[in-house]
Each structure stands twice: as structure tokens, then as C-alpha cells.
């Protein structure tokens, strides 16, 4: 099996079969880390679409430096944030029509945790998240978030903190 | 730095396995014996299991979102000519979304295309060893 970079190499070439198994590979990733972020499931599949358009098109770009994974996140960082100021500034197109949320996403959340969740800043979900549910080292959390080591373990703190206060 | 500052920010990737063995050991061997350094841990190791709640059985992606993004990529063409068999054949498509090669044209030979007309690298460079 080809590793990630090497698949992204490929993409980097116009090589579609690569990028629909760095697709398969990387989708649920990019839209759980979205809907962490954007908190809904139609702007989370924006996020992702537009993020495997910019790794379609950047792949040639990729020097690896750092992880494919990594890389990838960061790129969908950036787009969710983008939807994010967009949203705040009321720029978005309205949402599609045909899009049904899925009960099961709704339900099988466990709610209090979610409203608990919504609390915190997007600097705090993202951290969070890329920590405890993508296991990342610090230092692909870091490479992932654009900051320092340094404020990647102050933010878990005071998410963790802030958390704790919101449940217990 | 306190010892336990440092210990403290190493705990959400003791819980989570990602330290190295001798910090790994610096940590279990501290919280042995601090206890309030034991309660922030008891903290880290709910939190985590707290997200795992809040991100399981998550729904999967849906196979929309593919037809969308190869749409946008430009996979899919205008028009298409496909003869042959699954084996031997020849392909021919049109896509006005690839500006540099609209026209690409392939040979199918034993169940596999070689690309005959249209651009296919971008750049030629080294591809990175694989890993696996």
C-alpha cells in the first residue's frame, strides 16, 4: 500500500485513482475535524469539499515537510475558518435544500457534551479534537493549528478546564 | 518550571500514548506520588473519554460529496467515446474545465489505460520513497 506522501506525489501529477484513494483515505478525518469546528453537517462537507479541491490543485506544492495528514488539516483548518468569518459576516449562500440532516447525527451525540462543546472558542474545539480524538503528537498538532508547541499545551489546558466547568 | 508544570503538560499525550518512553516514565512515576498532579490526570483522562462521546458514531461521509468534488475537479467530461472491451480498447473525452488539455485521449491494453493525448504530469520531479 502506497504511503500518503507518496500518494499526494502522485495527485501532485494529475493522477486521479491516486486522489480517490487519498480521498477514501482521508474524508471521515477532514469531516469529523470540520464538523468539530463548524458544529454542521452540511457546512462540514463544504469544508471538505473545498479542502480536497485545494489539495487537488496544491498537490505539486506538497515538499513534505510534514505530514500528508497534517498537511491536510491544515488546509481544512483554513477552509473552516474561512466559512466560519464568512458565516459571521452573513456572505454565505444559503444552505442546500436537498441536504437532509441525518437523524442518527443528531441523536447519537450525546447532547450535553455537544451543548458543552459549542461553549468553547474554535481554538479550544480544534484543540481538543485534534488531541484526544485524532491522537496527534504535539507536534503535528502544532504543524496542523500554525502556532507554536507552546500554545498548542496551553489551549488543551484551559479547553480541558473550560470543559470541566461546562460538565461537572 | 515546577516539576509538576511540566508534568501537567505532558498528560493529555500520556493518556494518550504519544510520549516517549522516558517521559512516559518521568510521568507515571510523578503521579505516583502527587496527588494533585493524580487528580489532573483523573481530568485529562475524562475529558478524553468525554470527546470520544461526543464523536462517536459519527455519520460517514456521504458518496454526494465525491460526485461533487470530482465534478468541481474536472474528472468528469463533457463527452466521452469509449470502445472496446474491458480489456482492449480505446477512450476519448472532452473537458472544458482542464484549460490545458481539454482533449485526452487513452488506449486500454490488458484492463489498463495509457494516456495517449492530453497531459498527464504536471512537473517532473522525484517521487518521495514510500514508506510502507
Known sequence: MKSDEALLWSVGQADRAAFRELYDRHADRVYRFALSLVRNGHLAEEVLQETMLAVWKQAEKFRGSSKATTWILGIARNQAHGLLRREKKGERLPEDPTHEPDPAEVAEIDVRVKQALEHLSPEHQEALHLVFYEEMSLADAAAVLGVPEGTVKSRLYYARKALAKELL | MTECERILEMLPW???????????????????TCEACRRELAEVVWVRHTMGAETRDLPVVRDEVWKKVSSRAGFRDLARVDIGSMLVGFRLGVNARRPRSPVRASLRVMGRNVRIVGAERRKECEAPKDKT
Open chain 2, 14 to 32: 500520556y493518556v494518550t500514548g504519544k510520549l516517549g518512553r522516558a517521559d512516559f516514565a518521568l510521568v507515571s512515576a510523578h503521579v505516583q
